[in-house]
Protein backbone atom coordinates (compact mmCIF):
# COMPACT_ATOMS: atom_id res chain seq x y z
CA UNK A 1 0.00 0.00 0.00
CA UNK A 2 1.48 3.41 -1.13
CA UNK A 3 1.93 6.37 1.24
CA UNK A 4 -0.58 8.36 -0.75
CA UNK A 5 -3.09 5.83 -0.18
CA UNK A 6 -2.09 5.54 3.49
CA UNK A 7 -2.34 9.10 3.86
CA UNK A 8 -5.83 9.28 2.14
CA UNK A 9 -7.41 6.90 4.37
CA UNK A 10 -5.95 8.47 7.94
CA UNK A 11 -7.50 11.42 6.51
CA UNK A 12 -10.51 10.17 5.87
CA UNK A 13 -10.70 8.29 9.27
CA UNK A 14 -9.85 11.49 11.00
CA UNK A 15 -12.90 13.49 9.19
CA UNK A 16 -15.07 10.72 9.82
CA UNK A 17 -14.23 10.86 13.62
CA UNK A 18 -14.86 14.33 13.41
CA UNK A 19 -18.14 14.16 12.16
CA UNK A 20 -19.07 11.73 14.85
CA UNK A 21 -18.03 14.13 17.33
CA UNK A 22 -20.14 16.64 15.87
CA UNK A 23 -23.30 14.30 15.65
CA UNK A 24 -22.50 14.01 19.20
CA UNK A 25 -22.52 17.61 20.19
CA UNK A 26 -25.39 18.51 18.22
CA UNK A 27 -27.95 15.89 19.07
CA UNK A 28 -26.75 16.11 22.81
CA UNK A 29 -27.60 19.84 23.33
CA UNK A 30 -30.85 20.11 20.45
CA UNK A 31 -32.26 17.12 22.66
CA UNK A 32 -31.80 18.74 25.48
CA UNK A 33 -33.11 22.45 24.61
CA UNK A 34 -36.47 20.46 23.32
CA UNK A 35 -39.00 21.47 26.44
CA UNK A 36 -40.29 18.72 28.67
CA UNK A 37 -37.71 15.66 29.84
CA UNK A 38 -37.54 11.82 30.41
CA UNK A 39 -39.76 11.77 33.50
CA UNK A 40 -42.49 14.44 33.29
CA UNK A 41 -44.60 11.19 31.33
CA UNK A 42 -44.39 9.53 34.43
CA UNK A 43 -48.11 8.83 35.86
CA UNK A 44 -48.41 11.00 39.28
CA UNK A 45 -44.64 11.53 39.93
CA UNK A 46 -44.12 14.17 42.24
CA UNK A 47 -41.55 17.11 42.42
CA UNK A 48 -39.76 15.38 44.52
CA UNK A 49 -39.49 11.95 43.33
CA UNK A 50 -38.39 13.59 39.76
CA UNK A 51 -35.56 15.55 41.31
CA UNK A 52 -34.86 11.96 42.82
CA UNK A 53 -34.41 10.47 39.64
CA UNK A 54 -33.27 13.40 38.08
CA UNK A 55 -30.11 13.89 40.96
CA UNK A 56 -29.46 9.60 39.98
CA UNK A 57 -29.13 9.79 36.68
CA UNK A 58 -27.15 13.07 36.94
CA UNK A 59 -29.27 14.97 35.42
CA UNK A 60 -29.46 17.75 37.68
CA UNK A 61 -25.91 18.94 36.83
CA UNK A 62 -24.68 21.98 35.05
CA UNK A 63 -25.60 20.69 30.90
CA UNK A 64 -21.80 21.17 30.08
CA UNK A 65 -20.45 18.82 33.01
CA UNK A 66 -23.22 15.99 31.69
CA UNK A 67 -21.78 16.84 28.27
CA UNK A 68 -18.28 16.31 29.35
CA UNK A 69 -19.04 13.49 31.27
CA UNK A 70 -21.14 11.66 28.61
CA UNK A 71 -18.48 12.32 26.04
CA UNK A 72 -15.50 10.61 28.67
CA UNK A 73 -17.53 8.02 29.12
CA UNK A 74 -18.57 6.97 25.43
CA UNK A 75 -14.74 7.45 24.55
CA UNK A 76 -12.67 5.76 26.95
CA UNK A 77 -15.31 2.71 27.73
CA UNK A 78 -17.46 3.16 24.98
CA UNK A 79 -20.30 3.37 27.75
CA UNK A 80 -23.65 4.55 26.52
CA UNK A 81 -25.23 4.43 30.28
CA UNK A 82 -28.83 3.31 31.72
CA UNK A 83 -31.58 3.40 29.72
CA UNK A 84 -34.06 6.23 31.33
CA UNK A 85 -37.13 4.21 30.58
CA UNK A 86 -36.32 0.72 29.95
CA UNK A 87 -35.08 0.50 33.95
CA UNK A 88 -32.74 -2.09 34.70
CA UNK A 89 -31.15 -1.97 30.88
CA UNK A 90 -28.03 -0.32 29.77
CA UNK A 91 -28.42 0.89 26.54
CA UNK A 92 -25.62 -1.03 24.89
CA UNK A 93 -27.14 -4.40 25.38
CA UNK A 94 -30.72 -2.24 23.60
CA UNK A 95 -28.90 -1.33 20.63
CA UNK A 96 -26.66 -4.63 20.23
CA UNK A 97 -29.83 -6.70 20.71
CA UNK A 98 -32.14 -4.23 17.78
CA UNK A 99 -28.99 -3.84 15.51
CA UNK A 100 -28.40 -8.33 15.65
CA UNK A 101 -32.16 -8.01 13.69
CA UNK A 102 -31.31 -4.93 11.89
CA UNK A 103 -28.23 -5.44 10.40
CA UNK A 104 -29.51 -9.17 9.44
CA UNK A 105 -33.06 -7.86 7.93
CA UNK A 106 -30.56 -5.17 6.01
CA UNK A 107 -28.06 -7.23 4.86
CA UNK A 108 -30.30 -9.63 3.26
CA UNK A 109 -32.60 -6.74 1.72
CA UNK A 110 -29.22 -5.19 0.63
CA UNK A 111 -27.67 -8.23 -1.20
CA UNK A 112 -31.39 -8.77 -2.41
CA UNK A 113 -31.58 -5.27 -3.95
CA UNK A 114 -27.96 -5.28 -5.62
CA UNK A 115 -27.83 -8.70 -6.94
CA UNK A 116 -31.23 -7.88 -8.64
CA UNK A 117 -30.60 -4.40 -9.71
CA UNK A 118 -27.12 -5.53 -11.33
CA UNK A 119 -29.07 -8.32 -13.47
CA UNK A 120 -32.33 -5.88 -14.13
CA UNK A 121 -29.86 -2.97 -15.52
CA UNK A 122 -27.72 -5.08 -17.44
CA UNK A 123 -30.29 -6.52 -19.12
CA UNK A 124 -32.39 -3.85 -19.99
CA UNK A 125 -28.96 -1.77 -21.30
CA UNK A 126 -28.34 -4.78 -23.59
CA UNK A 127 -31.79 -4.73 -24.42
CA UNK A 128 -31.83 -0.65 -25.00
CA UNK A 129 -35.48 0.63 -26.04
CA UNK A 130 -37.02 -2.73 -26.38
CA UNK A 131 -40.07 -3.94 -24.89
CA UNK A 132 -38.18 -5.60 -22.00
CA UNK A 133 -35.99 -2.46 -21.43
CA UNK A 134 -39.55 -0.16 -21.22
CA UNK A 135 -41.12 -2.31 -18.56
CA UNK A 136 -38.00 -2.38 -16.43
CA UNK A 137 -37.87 1.27 -16.42
CA UNK A 138 -41.78 1.81 -15.91
CA UNK A 139 -41.40 -0.69 -12.96
CA UNK A 140 -38.18 0.55 -11.26
CA UNK A 141 -39.69 4.27 -11.06
CA UNK A 142 -42.71 2.90 -9.78
CA UNK A 143 -40.94 1.62 -6.76
CA UNK A 144 -38.44 4.78 -6.63
CA UNK A 145 -41.68 6.96 -6.75
CA UNK A 146 -43.59 4.70 -4.04
CA UNK A 147 -42.49 5.43 -0.14
CA UNK A 148 -41.34 2.85 1.85
CA UNK A 149 -44.62 3.21 4.30
CA UNK A 150 -47.15 2.50 1.54
CA UNK A 151 -45.27 -0.01 0.11
CA UNK A 152 -45.32 -2.26 3.06
CA UNK A 153 -49.18 -1.44 4.05
CA UNK A 154 -49.40 -3.03 1.10
CA UNK A 155 -47.57 -5.90 1.10
CA UNK A 156 -48.85 -6.62 4.67
CA UNK A 157 -52.22 -5.93 3.99
CA UNK A 158 -52.43 -8.23 0.76
CA UNK A 159 -49.72 -10.67 1.36
CA UNK A 160 -50.52 -10.75 5.07
CA UNK A 161 -53.94 -10.01 6.04
CA UNK A 162 -55.35 -10.97 2.85
CA UNK A 163 -53.85 -13.93 1.35
CA UNK A 164 -52.06 -15.48 5.04
CA UNK A 165 -49.09 -16.60 3.15
CA UNK A 166 -46.62 -14.53 5.64
CA UNK A 167 -46.63 -13.67 9.39
CA UNK A 168 -47.44 -9.90 10.14
CA UNK A 169 -45.27 -9.96 12.99
CA UNK A 170 -41.51 -9.70 11.98
CA UNK A 171 -40.67 -11.16 15.35
CA UNK A 172 -39.86 -14.45 13.86
CA UNK A 173 -37.95 -15.35 10.02
CA UNK A 174 -40.98 -16.03 8.06
CA UNK A 175 -42.06 -12.49 9.34
CA UNK A 176 -38.86 -10.90 8.04
CA UNK A 177 -39.71 -11.89 4.36
CA UNK A 178 -42.36 -9.35 3.89
CA UNK A 179 -39.78 -6.52 5.61
CA UNK A 180 -36.74 -7.68 3.38
CA UNK A 181 -38.29 -7.06 0.14
CA UNK A 182 -39.97 -3.40 1.46
CA UNK A 183 -36.33 -2.48 2.26
CA UNK A 184 -35.03 -4.03 -1.13
CA UNK A 185 -37.59 -2.52 -3.36
CA UNK A 186 -36.70 1.03 -3.62
CA UNK A 187 -32.60 0.67 -3.45
CA UNK A 188 -33.14 -2.52 -6.01
CA UNK A 189 -34.71 0.11 -8.78
CA UNK A 190 -31.97 2.84 -7.96
CA UNK A 191 -29.30 -0.21 -8.65
CA UNK A 192 -31.18 -1.04 -11.85
CA UNK A 193 -31.51 2.79 -12.94
CA UNK A 194 -27.51 3.77 -12.51
CA UNK A 195 -26.54 0.00 -14.29
CA UNK A 196 -28.40 0.29 -16.70
CA UNK A 197 -26.91 4.13 -17.40
CA UNK A 198 -22.93 3.70 -16.74
CA UNK A 199 -23.19 0.27 -18.84
CA UNK A 200 -24.94 2.13 -21.71
CA UNK A 201 -21.93 4.80 -21.46
CA UNK A 202 -19.59 2.14 -21.07
CA UNK A 203 -20.89 0.12 -24.07
CA UNK A 204 -20.28 3.43 -26.11
CA UNK A 205 -16.70 3.70 -25.01
CA UNK A 206 -13.66 3.23 -27.67
CA UNK A 207 -12.29 0.41 -25.98
CA UNK A 208 -15.40 -1.57 -26.17
CA UNK A 209 -15.56 -0.69 -29.96
CA UNK A 210 -11.80 -1.48 -30.50
CA UNK A 211 -12.25 -4.96 -28.63
CA UNK A 212 -15.16 -5.95 -31.00
CA UNK A 213 -13.47 -5.30 -33.89
CA UNK A 214 -10.85 -7.62 -32.67
CA UNK A 215 -13.07 -10.75 -32.47
CA UNK A 216 -13.49 -10.91 -28.73
CA UNK A 217 -16.59 -12.78 -27.73
CA UNK A 218 -19.77 -10.91 -26.76
CA UNK A 219 -19.44 -12.77 -23.52
CA UNK A 220 -16.20 -11.63 -22.40
CA UNK A 221 -17.18 -8.25 -23.62
CA UNK A 222 -19.84 -8.07 -21.48
CA UNK A 223 -18.58 -9.55 -18.30
CA UNK A 224 -15.14 -8.80 -18.81
CA UNK A 225 -15.02 -5.06 -19.79
CA UNK A 226 -18.51 -3.30 -19.86
CA UNK A 227 -20.63 -5.10 -16.58
CA UNK A 228 -17.32 -4.06 -14.34
CA UNK A 229 -16.33 -1.00 -15.15
CA UNK A 230 -20.00 0.30 -14.78
CA UNK A 231 -20.08 -0.78 -11.01
CA UNK A 232 -17.90 1.94 -10.58
CA UNK A 233 -20.93 4.31 -9.83
CA UNK A 234 -22.82 1.64 -8.34
CA UNK A 235 -20.54 1.08 -5.85
CA UNK A 236 -21.15 5.31 -4.90
CA UNK A 237 -24.65 3.94 -4.16
CA UNK A 238 -24.00 0.56 -2.72
CA UNK A 239 -22.05 1.35 0.54
CA UNK A 240 -24.01 4.31 1.78
CA UNK A 241 -27.40 1.84 1.06
CA UNK A 242 -26.60 -0.60 3.22
CA UNK A 243 -26.01 1.88 5.94
CA UNK A 244 -29.07 3.61 5.25
CA UNK A 245 -31.28 0.23 4.58
CA UNK A 246 -29.56 -0.88 8.47
CA UNK A 247 -30.26 2.51 10.32
CA UNK A 248 -33.13 3.66 8.22
CA UNK A 249 -35.67 1.02 8.27
CA UNK A 250 -37.46 2.72 11.17
CA UNK A 251 -40.71 3.38 9.62
CA UNK A 252 -40.57 -0.46 7.96
CA UNK A 253 -39.54 -1.94 11.75
CA UNK A 254 -42.77 -0.09 13.24
CA UNK A 255 -45.19 -1.54 10.01
CA UNK A 256 -44.26 -5.07 10.69
CA UNK A 257 -43.48 -4.74 14.33
CA UNK A 258 -39.47 -5.69 14.11
CA UNK A 259 -37.40 -6.00 16.87
CA UNK A 260 -34.58 -3.87 15.69
CA UNK A 261 -32.79 -0.77 16.52
CA UNK A 262 -34.90 1.83 14.12
CA UNK A 263 -38.33 0.73 16.43
CA UNK A 264 -36.37 1.13 19.44
CA UNK A 265 -34.90 4.80 17.85
CA UNK A 266 -38.54 5.45 17.21
CA UNK A 267 -39.53 4.40 20.75
CA UNK A 268 -36.60 6.28 22.32
CA UNK A 269 -37.51 9.56 20.79
CA UNK A 270 -41.18 9.31 21.91
CA UNK A 271 -39.89 8.41 25.50
CA UNK A 272 -37.21 11.33 25.61
CA UNK A 273 -34.99 8.38 26.72
CA UNK A 274 -32.10 10.66 26.20
CA UNK A 275 -29.20 7.87 26.84
CA UNK A 276 -30.89 5.91 24.35
CA UNK A 277 -31.44 8.84 21.89
CA UNK A 278 -27.45 9.36 22.15
CA UNK A 279 -26.48 5.78 21.87
CA UNK A 280 -28.66 5.09 18.85
CA UNK A 281 -27.63 8.55 17.31
CA UNK A 282 -24.10 7.79 17.31
CA UNK A 283 -24.35 3.87 16.46
CA UNK A 284 -25.83 4.84 13.44
CA UNK A 285 -24.09 8.02 12.10
CA UNK A 286 -20.66 5.90 13.00
CA UNK A 287 -22.17 3.13 10.77
CA UNK A 288 -23.10 5.82 7.91
CA UNK A 289 -19.64 7.29 8.02
CA UNK A 290 -17.90 3.79 7.87
CA UNK A 291 -19.65 2.65 5.19
CA UNK A 292 -18.85 5.66 3.31
CA UNK A 293 -15.02 5.13 4.05
CA UNK A 294 -15.30 1.62 3.33
CA UNK A 295 -17.19 2.62 -0.30
CA UNK A 296 -14.26 5.22 -1.25
CA UNK A 297 -11.23 2.12 -0.07
CA UNK A 298 -13.04 0.19 -2.81
CA UNK A 299 -13.23 2.09 -5.68
CA UNK A 300 -9.42 1.29 -5.99
CA UNK A 301 -10.20 -2.68 -5.92
CA UNK A 302 -12.60 -2.20 -8.31
CA UNK A 303 -10.72 0.16 -10.51
CA UNK A 304 -6.94 0.19 -9.63
CA UNK A 305 -6.84 3.47 -12.41
CA UNK A 306 -8.42 5.69 -9.67
CA UNK A 307 -5.70 7.94 -7.58
CA UNK A 308 -6.46 8.75 -4.27
CA UNK A 309 -6.52 12.25 -3.61
Known amino acids: MSSKTMFYILKRVLLAILTIWIVITITFFVMHAVPGGPFMSEKAI ?42 GRQVNDIIYDGLRTSAKLGVIAAALAAVLGIVLGAV ?66 NITRLTRSSMLDVLGQDYIRTARA ?14 KNSLIPVLTYVGPMLAFIVTGSMVVEQIFAVPGIGRQFVSSIINRDYTMIMGTTIVLASLIVIMNLVTDILYKVVDPRIDFE
Open 46 to 87: TKEAQAALEAKYGLDKPLGEQYVTYLKDVVTRFDFGPSLKQR
Open 124 to 189: AALRRNSVLDKFIMVLTTAFISMPSFIMGSFLLLFLSVKLGWFPANGSTAAGLVLPVVTLSLSPMA
Open 214 to 227: KGVSGQKIIFGHAL
